[in-house]
């Protein structure tokens, strides 16, 4: 895949441009790669343009040191998709991609025009948690993590029915920069749009999964009830609902941008 140079770090990108009028930018959540968007690519590439990209400090983008913030994360996309000839976009981001999102929507103006928010929330976890994970990463690598990763990320069922893309996905966690991604958990640590919410104008989707014990079904309803033109979709999937349930997802997506 390209990269480029944005923002001061190398990033990791696949843009599928077929000439059409409207593009759709994906955002992956902690832990993950673009990857994650596989199941996305051929339902949504036959009516948008798509741009996929690896958040810093993630797969085979750079991961540059310090702690990162929603806006430093924000600002690659917006320096990304100006580099790209990208005027204005749609942007799908889960988990932490959800919380890019959330700024993107807050500060992005025109730029960014429909915002699907999945799997997140405008506070997720507590100081504590985050502290305690950035430590144990620091002591003991990925591994640690990745172990518990799969129960909040999927159903027991499909844990069972779908294990070579279950241990795909985290073996793809393992891959990525133990540096990059405590910065990560840095930035979803010290994030907090609660009273910001009631600022975003842009029409939102929120997808939620029925048993998502991260980001919950509240949370989802919290937001949507914060979000002037919000719609919610609730699906039968833990924390990856996009990667659980894509069929149902791209439906969801597909009709909220008027293709459905």
Same mark, same amino acid.
């Given at each position: 895949?390209?990269?480029?140079? $944005?923002?001061?770090?190398?990033?990791?990108?696949?843009?599928?441009?077929?000439? &059409?009028? !409207?593009?759709? $930018?994906? @955002?992956?959540?902690?832990?993950?790669?673009?990857?994650?968007?596989?199941?996305?690519?051929?339902?949504?590439?036959?009516?948008?343009?798509l #741009? =996929?990209?690896?958040?810093?400090?993630?797969?085979?983008?750079?991961?540059?040191?310090?702690?990162?913030?929603?806006?430093?994360?924000?600002?690659d996309?917006?320096?990304?998709?100006?580099?790209?000839?990208?005027?204005?976009?749609h =942007?799908?981001?889960?988990?932490?991609?959800? +919380?890019?999102?959330?700024?993107?929507?807050?500060?992005?103006?025109?730029? $960014?025009?429909? *915002?699907? #928010?999945?799997?997140?929330?405008?506070?997720?976890?507590? !100081?504590?948690?985050?502290?305690?994970?950035?430590?144990? *990463?620091?002591?003991?690598? #990925?591994?640690? *993590?990745?172990?518990?990763?799969?129960?909040?990320? =999927?159903?027991?069922?499909?844990?069972?029915?779908? &294990?070579?893309?279950?241990?795909?996905?985290? @073996? %793809?966690?393992?891959?990525? @920069?133990?540096?990059?991604?405590?910065?990560?958990?840095?930035?979803v640590?010290?994030?907090?749009? %609660?009273?910001? +919410?009631?600022?975003?104008?842009?029409?939102?989707?929120?997808?939620?999964?029925?048993?998502?014990?991260?980001?919950?079904?509240?949370?989802? %309803?919290?937001?949507?009830?914060q979000? &002037?033109?919000?719609? +919610?979709?609730? +699906?039968?999937?833990?924390? #990856? @609902?996009?990667? !659980?349930?894509? &069929?149902?997802?791209?439906?969801? *997506?597909?009709?909220?941008?008027? %293709?459905?």
């Amino acid at each position: 895949m390209p990269k480029i140079t $944005v923002n001061n770090a190398e990033i990791n990108y696949k843009l599928i441009n077929s000439g &059409k009028p !409207e593009t759709l $930018v994906f @955002s992956n959540s902690l832990g993950t790669q673009f990857s994650m968007w596989a199941g996305q690519e051929e339902a949504l590439s036959a009516h948008f343009n798509l #741009l =996929f990209y690896d958040t810093r400090g993630h797969g085979h983008s750079e991961a540059t040191s310090g702690d990162y913030s929603a806006e430093l994360l924000g600002n690659d996309i917006l320096q990304l998709t100006i580099k790209l000839g990208i005027d204005k976009f749609h =942007f799908c981001g889960l988990s932490m991609g959800g +919380l890019i999102g959330q700024w993107l929507a807050i500060n992005g103006g025109s730029k $960014v025009e429909k *915002v699907i #928010l999945c799997n997140t929330s405008p506070k997720i976890g507590d !100081e504590k948690s985050w502290n305690d994970r950035i430590d144990l *990463v620091g002591r003991e690598g #990925l591994k640690p *993590v990745a172990d518990g990763t799969a129960i909040k990320w =999927f159903t027991d069922d499909f844990i069972q029915t779908e &294990k070579e893309e279950v241990s795909e996905i985290l @073996s %793809r966690f393992m891959d990525n @920069s133990p540096a990059g991604y405590q910065s990560n958990c840095a930035m979803v640590r010290d994030t907090d749009f %609660r009273e910001n +919410l009631k600022e975003i104008d842009q029409p939102v989707l929120i997808v939620a999964g029925s048993g998502d014990p991260v980001t919950t079904t509240e949370d989802a %309803r919290n937001m949507h009830s914060q979000i &002037k033109n919000s719609q +919610l979709v609730i +699906l039968n999937a833990r924390h #990856l @609902s996009a990667f !659980e349930r894509p &069929k149902e997802f791209n439906e969801a *997506v597909l009709r909220f941008l008027g %293709r459905g």
